[in-house]
């Protein structure tokens, strides 16, 4: 499994700018086939946020360049330093920004951003 490092430079963010968003523990895809694939996480889920980080004009592109390049638009999970500010082990738990990143309410030079992530216990992960 290979891991990448939340972006240097980059803003955190805080538990105020986080929202839980509940996931269901079974995942039900149709495929062109016709045939329903199932898969049932148990106590695996991921957990699911939506948040967002306020930043500079120069956070924001290095995010950007970091979401399309080392963290493959999302496919990669990475660590982040900051998970235990939100009571995850940074140890333990690898995050995921899922979402393109989207700037908005441009205030003179910072933007913030939005985002929805994935927080994963980093054993589920490296058994996929």
Known sequence: MTLTSWPSGVSAPSVGDLRIIPTESVKIRRLESGRVE??????????????????????????????????????????????????????TYVVRVIVLPKAARHNGHRATVSFNLLVQDRAKVSEA
């Open 38 to 91: 199932v898969r049932r996480f148990g106590s695996g889920a991921p957990y699911r946020f939506e948040g967002s980080i306020e930043m500079s004009q120069t956070e924001y592109e290095t995010f950007c360049q970091w979401y399309e390049g080392d963290h493959e638009l999302g496919t990669v999970w990475s660590e982040a330093d900051w998970l235990s500010t939100i009571g995850f082990s940074s140890d």
